[in-house]
Every structure is written in structure tokens, then in C-alpha cells.
């Protein structure tokens, strides 16, 4: 076999294309078996045939497996051909099922009086022209098929099928940095044959996508490009580029410097944080170029985008068809073996979840940054609250949690590291765009703000010095905490975290009519991302039943169980002067959240008050809104 | 006098424009005295003239204030007319000294060669042309003056004189909602002669500006219009007008419509709650017309607007000298009778501070609905909640404190009447805005985002209910809570929600170079808003020591006195099921802010362990950034 690795060519099209021709020539070129679909039938099918009785679809099935076997028990040894007309997606679907990523489908297209022409001229062959008209009436043009038009004679069609399959890449990535490069290892370690590009910088970038081909052996079939048309012809059409380069501006101008070389029909993936509305807005931009975008949230950091991210691909639900054996071959896979990837809703709602998921990492960080400050005033050494946090991987394990250990541990000769790391913590701005899309929405998920602004409080570090010496704290920070207590406001801290971030989407999803799945969007964060924990497994199942975490009879009795040792934690810890503003917001929020009736009738008033701006009654259940002169002491 | 108040009409401009003749016809048509200022010279200066020396400036002071003088006791009786040079702004600002807001400047504009020609045809009068050159250099063409070619016939001149200020009005107001009803009504009882437009909508909003007009007294004066371009025709050039009409698309409608019909040097004013950012885009779109654009918050609510709100406008400086006399009088006053109005800075820094106002006002306001539900748990009847306010006068008292004792005070027959109030809080979006805006700039202002989230989960209430019956609150929300404690804590919270405040301001003025003051915009914010107190004057004079509340020595006496008990407070509602979510942000920032190791180490060691995004140390003072491969044991 000359093909890269094993695949199995589908030759399709209407009757009368050639694909018999076609797949003779090739099977030659490439030294591959060549089968024609049409001598696979079984005998049933063969027999109504030959009585001229059309086939139906249930006729259909049992060939369509029979081909699909073939291809199967073909791959094991070496690549194939099947020349199958296979018009309908339905059909291809059960074509390719269990071996999306070895199929590349190739379409014969020509006009109908061409075609027609060409049957009328074949020997002992007559086509009634209702039927070829039917034919190209069922033709559902599949989007990821290399079309080739017949206008060409065989030996130039099997020259460029020869070209694409040998020649060519099947999957692109543009920009090298940390990221790229692990998803760029990980395709290849997949099998795909994949280029790789980078721009040339002088003097700071330079021949980086071949320098990165060399280092490492899975990417010996990769084609290394620092220029971007050569990258952009090493392509197999439809091409299908990812772009792994820094959020913002720069992928306005890379697509910019893209569209030039692009062609209809070709897929240009965002794998970075880009935001929801810049991914709507580029949707719109390359629609009316006909070339499709898909704005994937990728989390996993470095690690997981190697061995296997959890990806949330967002946009056209067609265009994501074209990339989803690839995406779906290098993300995780959840504890049932199914990727940790799927289409997740229209628009730029991939991008916008990732928002959400980063935003509930802020706060599962900032919570296990709690727990370590509250652990350290009780005199525990990092080991020893590492060993504390091990203890816990029963009840709330996750992937932050082990690496918190990790940290924990890691020692510099006789120092422990994290004693000598500045407190000072940085953003890279989806935090930012977490707590800023729930105030736009207008859904209190406050403990993303809770999170995010403590890092921004961190910074201040100076003056955290000097009003440390103003303000003399006489306060010895030590306390009895209860270790078991701690344990359990944690989880129940994490618990409202996930519910916020959860309530966000549904509402997003709600105003924007994306239509998101909570349940599946919780399945896709079982693996591969860094907020991935046993917790988000069960909230996968929980989302089968209701979409509010506090509608489940399992989760209210969890909190129930919970609540007094938060209350206890947080109300110790203020009095010791730690701050802890995401456990407090926590408990804020699930006191607020379970409070009939809060005091927001005081602002009512207030506002109706100073401003007139009037306010409802709760024995009116029509909603009027009413106005009163505050200042009359009237006491009718 | 047959102007419509009184008014001292400079005739201003070079030698020889005829500043003489123009004052003795207008004074025969509006039978008010004019006066040559060349007259009221001190015996020195005509001696230094006689002979041939050139007065100085300290010669013209003297010769100024007389005039000024003058206008001030014709005044008392009558309008007047006063013809003077008065080149530079120097010499203009102690004419009118005390009497802005009477003053108008006729300022005669002629070429070079057509004044010198009209000079030299006088009877022996012949003036050298380096002496006219040396005026003309030395004229500030002042922006508030209505400017007249001498090529028009004296008659000419004294009738378009005459038409400005007998036939036109001096400020024009749009939009007559609640606060733009207030401010019309305001400008007319200060006695300035107002223009009012609300557009025409059929059915809807029809001669809604000749109703108001009919409905108030003080409004006998003012012309109304509902056909925008009589409207802008109905006032003195350069125009001044006021927009007050809802934030947003609104303002941008408004002024298309309105930029046909304005001229160069009219000057519009946005009196909304709009965007900065929204304002520095008009700014920049306006100036391109030679159109002056003020974005000046507005505070009060509508009494406020009625009897003197604060102002707050921002954009070019010398725009605004040109509305300073309008906007400062109707201004509430401090307490030394200064306005409530001052220039804050440039481009949309007006409405920046306004955001920031109402982000502090929502806390003010959350934190009094805090207090009182607190109180509420300890079995207190409005009545009795309002009796403690009342007694905390003395330590905190403010507007808001004020209205909220009215508030509990009020009842409809044997109810009070806030316990018939829905418990939903509305907001308007500079809520939205001063979060988003604190967020973005990446300052930790993080009660405003609590106070806002709080009015979101109020609006959850039919999800609140259902949690209150799963959850069975099985706390007795009754605790002892002490008064006097109670009253310390939210003190304390006050002073650290106005330290955010400011501390927003302060570091959006550094960022955006905007040289704000600190402490003028404290005075500004001591009467006429909303929250106005005796804290903000106290504020006042802290902000001319120190840019940061918590770097004076007096407030970190204070906050070292009070701190105990709102630690006490905060711990204990918490462990009672309150939810108090801006006073326990108060608490954690303080704890926070006073940490000089926070845990932010942690959180910064995860980044670097799953994302590479490296870390600094604390040891090493170049700032120099690493990575350290977390998962190798290794221990040296």
C-alpha cells in the first residue's frame, strides 16, 4: 500500500460517473484491492433486481453493513477501494460506522446530460432518464468528500486522487506554542497525517514547525510549513485547519492572511479562548466566503491537549460533521470509552461554555487556595495538608485536587517550593469574561466574581504589606478547626460553584436559544479539562433530570447534610480574619437562594423613593406597578 | 427693561468696531442705561494715557473691577449695557465676577483691514497699525459670546441683538421625563430663560412640553416646543442644551437629529446615565461638526434635579466654562455654599464617575437592606427598626439612612407598607456597568458586584420560595445580636465600600490619564445626590492627604475600633442563615487587603502546573519568571 496509513476509499456518485473506471485505475496505481459495491448484494436483493423491483431501504441496510464488513476486515491488513453510489448521508452513515477516521470519500460529479450521455453510450446500457433524474435528486452532497468533476479524463482523476491521498495532509494546524504543539503530537500519535505551521518571525521564530517535526518521531509524516500558502496546498480539500494562536486580534489577522488561499467548503476550527461574540462575529464573516468556522473551547492545558482534551466545538452543526472523526480521535474519553467531545449548540456557544468552564475553575482553585490558608494557621506544614487533602480524594477527588498535592509536596532542597512562590496571581482574561457575562446576563453567579477578584486583590501586594503593619492584626490566626467540617464546606463550596456555573449556561442557553445540553456538556468535563472530577460525572447524571442542581432530591440532601460545617468555617474564619471571600459568597448565595422572602423590598422602596421608579406587590399577582409619595406621614 | 431678567450686556471687541455706537442704539431699544468703559478709568490710568504710556495689567484691574462694580449695582435695579474691549479671558473674569449667570458677551467681529479702514475714517481718531495689530493678537475670542459681523448696518447689529435676547431663550432642555421635568423646572425658578422639547408621538406624547409648561408657575418664561429644529432655533447662539433622555440608542437618535440644525460652537450637554464609553465616542463624533459635547452625570433623583443635584460634567474644559454658569446654579450647594458641580475631567470621565456613584449607591443601599434584615430577625416592627436608624443619626447618618427611616415609618391602614412590597429589585444598568467596569480594569472593587448580584438573586423569586421548602431552614433566624455592635459593623462596611469606590476612580484615572481629584469629587458628591452624608465631607478633606482611605491615620483608627464588631456581626449571621453578601465582602476584603501573604502562591503554582503560564518568587527581586516541572519527585 503507498496511502500513509490504512484507508478505505469510497469511489461515489450517480450511476454512470465511473467509479468502476475510477477504482480499477486507482487499485492499480496504489496497489490496493478494488471492490465493486454492486457485486457485494445479497442474493435477495440480487434476485428483486433482476425482476425489476426496486430496492427499499431495509434491502439497502443489509449491503450497506456488508460493505462496511469489507472495508472493516480490509483495514486490518491494508488500505482499500469500494466503488458504492452511496447518495444519501443516511447511507454513509452506516458505510463508515466504527471507522470514521480510515474513510475518505471521494465524488464523481457531473452534469445530468453529461452522465446521461455517457450511460446512452456504454454498450447493452440504457438508463430510462426518470431514474438517472432520481438519482440526482437523492444526491446528498457529503461535505467532507473530495469532489472531483468528470470532465477529466480517468488517468487526471486517479492523478488527483493519487495527489490528495498521497501528497497531502489530511488535517492542518496553525501556531506552534504550547498548546498547538501537544495537539499537533496528539493528531499525529492518532495516525493522521497532519501539517504543522508557524509563522517566521526573524530572528525570534524561525523554521519552528521543522525544528518541532524533528524533536519528536510521531510527527515523521508531518509536513512542516512556516509559509502560509505552501501550508495551506498541503491540504487535502475540504480543507480542515485548526488555529491554536493567541485569542484576540491575532486571529482576526491570521484569518485574515487565510481567506486568500482558502477554498468553499473548507473548515477553519478556533481552538483558543476566544470570545463568544469574536467567534460569532468570524462565523459570520466566513459564511459569506462559504467557508465554515467552528469556535472549540479546548481544555486540558498542556497534558491534556497530548493525551487528550476535552473539546467543546461550537458553530454550524453540518461543518462540525466535516471535523468531528478528528476531534472526536484526539480528545479524552469519558469512563464509558465515548470522546469527551461533541457538537455542543450554534453561534459562538463552544467558545462561551469554555468561558463558563474556566469560570468554575477560578472558583475551584480560589476554593482550594481557602482551604491551604485556612490549613496553614492551624501550624500544618504543606506536607502535611497535602496529606490532609489526600485523605479526601474519597469524598471530593479531582484533577485540581491531585495537582494541589503534587505542589504541595515538591520540595527545594530543604524548603518547601510553594513558601517561596510570589502571591501574586495572574489572569489571562476568560475569568474576566466569566464574571462579565454573568452581570450582562444578569444571573448571580457570584462566586466566579469572588474568585477572580481575589487574584485581582493579590496583586496589590504592597499595599497588602503596609496596611498589614497599619492595621497590627491582634488577631492570632489560629483556630480549632474541625478538619472534617473544612472537608465538608469544601464540598459543599464546590457544589454551589458547579451550580452557578451550570445556571449560567442554562440561562445563556436559554436567552440565546442555543438549545445546550447541561447532561452532555457535564459528560464532555468528566475528562480531559481541569475542572474534571468524580463530581462532574454525577452532575452529568443529575442533568438527565433536571437542570438546576437544587431540584435534585440527591443534591438538597447532600447540601442539607453539608450546610451546618460551612456555615461553621466561614463564620470561625472571619472571626480568625482569613479571607475567604468564595466560601463566603458560597454560603451567601445558598442562604440568599433559600430566602422566600429576602430584603430587596427595602431597595424597592428606596429606589421608588429617591428616583420614582415604582415597584410591585405581593398581593397583586397581576404585576401592576405602583408609586408612593414616601414623605406623607398619611397613615391612610 | 424689557429683557426678560436682568442682564449685563458686554459689548466687547477691538478698537474701533463700534462698540460705542451698537451700546447707544441698544440702550434706546431696550430703554436700559449703557455705559462706556472707557469712561470709569481711574484719574492714574487716564493720566498714564494722556501721556502716551501703556497701561499694564495691574493699571487694568483696578479699571476692571470698577466696571465690574458697576454691573453689580445696576443689577440691583435694572438690566445694563457696558461697552469695554475686554480681550482676554483675564480681564472677562472679573467683569463678571459674582454675576455669571447675567452676564452675556456680544462680541463685534471685523477683519484687520476693515476695522483699521473704519478707525482711520473717524474724525481724529487715527490709531497706529502695529497698536490695532497688537489687539487683534491679544483677542481670546471668547466661546459663550454671540458673535456679529460689523458688515451688517448698525440697525442691523442692534436687531439681531435684540432678537437674541428679547426673542430667544438661553438653555434648551430634551426630554421631559421625571428628571428632565425637575431640572426644566430648576433652571426656570433660578430665572434663566429655558427652551423645553419632548418629541411628538401620536397618542403617545403629544404637546407634552406645552402641558408642563401650563402646569408650573415658574415656567411662565420658558418657550415650548415638540418640532425639534423651533426648538434649537428658539435659543441664543452659541447654544447650550441639555439632553435628559434615556441612556443608550436614544442619545445617539437624538443627536442626528439634532446635528442639522445646531451651528459651530453650540454645545451639547448629556445629562443621562450613558455609558463613558458611549460619551467619548459623541465626544469624538461632534467635534468633527466643531460641536462641543459635555457628558455630565446627574445625581439626585427627582427631587434632587428639582432643588439641586450634584453634577458631574466631564469633556473639554473650556466647553464647559461655556455652560458652567447654568450648571453650577442649578446645583445643589456644600456646605460653604460652593456648587455641587465641578469640571471633572476630560473625555467621558464625567459619566465614568457617575457609574461609579450609583455602583457605591447600590452598596449603600444593599448594606441598609442588610442591617434591616438583620434587624428583622430579631423580632422588630418597621417601626422599631426605623427607631434604632433614627438613634445611629448621629454617628452614620446619610440620605439613603434618611429615606429608609421614612420608609419603615409608612403605613396603609394598619400595615406597614414595606411588607406589602415584592421582593424583586430592578436595576437600571450602571449597577451592570460598575461591575463590568471594575472587573475590565482588573481593581478589586468587589462590594459593588456583591450589591448588584444581590438584587439579581432577588429577582429568582419563584426559585427562592421552592428552595426555602426543600432546603427547611431549620435555624431559628433569631439571635442576639447586639445594637451597638451592629451599628459599628456597618459603619465599617461603609467606609470600605467608599474606599472602593474611590479606589476605582483613582486607578481609572491613572489608567486613562485623566488627572481626577479625589477630593473635589467627594465635595461634589457631599449634598445633592444620592448618597450624600457627613462621611462623604469627611472624605473630602481625607482625599486632599491621600489618594487611599486606608493610608490615613484617622480612618485606620477607625477601622481598628470597629473591626471587632463586624467581624462579630458578619460571623454570627452567618451562622444564623442571613444572607449578608456585602458585608461579608466587606470582611473578606479588609482580611484580604490587610494579608501581606495571601494564598494567591497556590493558585499561582496550579497555573504553572497545568498550563505552563510560570510563576515569580519572592526572593527574587528582578521579577524574573519560572517553571518548574511539578510532577518529578525530585528532591534537590
New interface residues.
Given amino acids: 500500500m503507498k496511502t500513509k496509513r490504512p484507508l478505505v476509499i469510497f469511489i461515489i456518485g450517480v450511476s454512470g460517473v465511473g467509479k468502476s473506471t475510477i477504482g480499477n485505475l486507482l487499485s492499480k496505481q496504489l496497489s490496493i484491492p478494488f471492490f465493486d459495491g454492486d457485486d457485494f448484494h445479497p442474493k435477495k436483493n440480487k434476485t428483486k433486481m433482476a425482476t425489476g423491483q426496486p430496492l427499499n431501504d431495509e434491502d439497502r441496510y443489509e449491503w450497506l453493513i456488508r460493505l462496511n464488513n469489507l472495508a472493516k476486515e480490509n483495514l486490518q491488513y491494508n488500505s482499500c477501494i469500494i466503488a458504492s453510489s452511496a447518495l444519501k448521508e443516511s447511507y454513509r452513515i452506516i458505510l463508515k460506522k466504527d471507522i470514521e477516521t480510515n474513510v475518505k470519500w471521494i465524488l464523481l460529479n457531473g452534469s445530468f446530460v453529461q452522465v446521461l450521455d455517457r450511460i446512452n453510450k456504454r454498450k447493452n446500457h440504457f438508463m430510462p432518464t426518470s431514474l438517472l433524474n432520481s438519482q440526482f435528486e437523492s444526491l446528498e452532497v457529503p461535505l467532507e468528500a473530495l469532489q472531483i468533476d468528470i470532465t477529466n479524463s480517468p488517468k487526471k482523476i486517479v492523478t488527483i486522487i493519487e495527489d490528495e491521498l498521497l501528497k497531502k495532509s489530511e488535517f492542518g494546524i496553525i501556531g506552534l506554542g504550547?498548546m498547538g504543539k501537544s495537539l499537533s503530537r496528539n493528531f499525529a500519535s492518532k495516525g493522521f497525517v497532519i501539517s504543522i505551521y508557524n509563522r517566521h518571525a526573524k530572528g525570534l521564530e524561525e523554521n519552528v514547525a521543522l525544528s518541532f517535526k524533528k524533536e519528536f518521531s510521531e510527527l515523521s509524516n508531518s509536513m512542516p510549513f512556516d509559509k502560509l500558502q505552501d501550508f495551506v496546498n498541503s491540504l487535502q480539500q475540504p480543507r480542515k485547519i485548526m488555529l491554536m494562536v493567541n485569542a484576540g486580534e491575532t486571529v482576526d489577522i491570521v484569518i485574515e492572511q487565510l481567506v486568500h488561499y482558502l477554498s468553499e467548503n473548507d473548515t477553519v476550527i478556533d481552538g483558543g479562548n476566544s470570545h463568544y461574540n469574536d467567534t460569532q462575529r468570524r462565523v459570520n464573516f466566513l459564511k459569506k466566503k462559504n467557508i465554515h468556522f467552528i469556535g472549540a473551547g479546548i481544555s486540558g492545558?498542556?497534558?491534556?491537549a497530548l493525551k487528550g482534551p476535552s473539546i467543546m466545538p461550537g458553530g454550524n452543526e453540518k461543518a462540525y460533521k466535516i471535523v468531528q472523526p478528528y476531534l472526536e480521535v484526539i480528545a479524552a474519553k469519558d469512563d464509558k470509552g465515548n470522546p469527551c467531545c461533541n457538537y455542543i449548540g450554534k453561534n459562538g456557544s463552544g467558545h462561551f461554555i469554555k468561558i463558563i468552564h474556566n469560570g468554575i475553575e477560578y472558583v475551584e482553585?480560589?476554593l482550594?487556595?481557602?482551604v491551604?490558608?485556612i490549613l496553614?494557621t492551624i501550624d500544618n506544614n504543606p506536607e502535611q495538608i497535602a496529606n490532609i487533602l489526600s485523605s479526601w480524594k474519597s469524598e471530593v477527588d479531582s484533577?485540581?485536587l491531585e495537582?494541589?498535592i503534587?505542589?504541595l509536596?515538591?520540595?527545594?532542597?530543604e524548603k518547601w517550593?510553594?513558601?517561596?512562590?510570589?502571591?501574586?496571581?495572574?489572569n489571562?482574561g476568560t475569568g474576566?469574561w466569566a464574571?462579565?457575562t454573568t452581570?450582562?446576563l444578569?444571573?448571580?453567579s457570584?462566586m466566579i466574581?469572588?474568585a477572580?477578584?481575589?487574584?485581582?486583590?493579590?496583586?496589590?501586594k504592597e499595599?497588602?504589606?503596609?496596611?498589614?503593619n497599619?492595621?497590627?492584626?491582634n488577631i492570632k490566626k489560629k483556630s480549632n478547626v474541625n478538619i472534617e467540617d473544612l472537608l465538608k464546606a469544601y464540598q459543599l463550596a464546590r457544589l454551589i460553584n458547579h451550580h452557578q456555573g451550570f445556571k449560567l449556561i442554562f440561562e445563556a442557553s436559554k436567552s440565546n436559544s442555543w438549545e445546550l445540553n447541561l447532561s452532555e456538556i457535564a459528560r464532555i468535563w468528566t475528562n480531559g479539562c481541569?475542572i474534571r472530577s468524580p463530581l462532574m460525572n454525577e452532575l452529568s447524571e443529575t442533568f438527565k433530570e433536571t437542570d438546576?442542581i437544587?431540584?435534585s432530591k440527591k443534591m438538597?440532601a447532600q447540601?442539607?447534610k453539608l450546610?451546618p460545617s460551612l456555615?461553621?468555617i466561614?463564620?470561625?474564619s472571619?472571626?480568625n480574619?482569613?479571607?475567604?471571600?468564595s466560601l463566603?459568597?458560597a454560603?451567601?448565595?445558598l442562604?440568599?437562594?433559600?430566602?422566600?422572602?429576602?430584603?430587596?423590598?427595602?431597595?424597592?422602596?428606596?429606589?421608588d423613593?429617591?428616583?420614582?421608579?415604582t415597584?410591585?406587590?405581593?398581593?397583586d399577582p397581576t404585576g401592576e406597578y405602583y408609586h408612593?409619595n414616601?414623605?406623607s406621614?398619611s397613615?391612610?
Same sequence: chains 1, 2.
Fill in positions: 504550547v492545558g498542556e497534558e491534556g482553585m480560589q482550594l487556595a481557602e491551604y490558608q496553614r484533577y485540581l495537582i494541589t503534587d505542589i509536596k515538591k520540595k527545594e532542597g517550593l510553594i513558601d517561596e512562590i510570589l502571591d501574586k496571581a495572574g489571562k474576566n464574571t462579565i452581570t450582562e444578569g444571573i448571580p457570584t466574581g469572588s477572580l477578584f481575589a487574584r485581582y486583590l493579590s496583586s496589590f499595599e497588602r504589606i503596609a496596611l498589614k497599619n492595621l497590627i492584626n481541569i438546576n437544587f431540584f438538597i447540601i442539607k450546610r456555615n461553621n466561614v463564620s470561625q472571619i472571626l480574619q482569613i479571607p475567604i471571600p463566603s459568597e454560603v451567601n448565595f442562604n440568599g437562594y433559600s430566602e422566600a422572602n429576602s430584603s430587596a423590598n427595602l431597595i424597592q422602596a428606596q429606589r423613593y429617591f428616583g420614582a421608579h415597584y410591585q406587590r405581593i398581593n408612593t414616601w414623605k406621614k397613615y391612610d
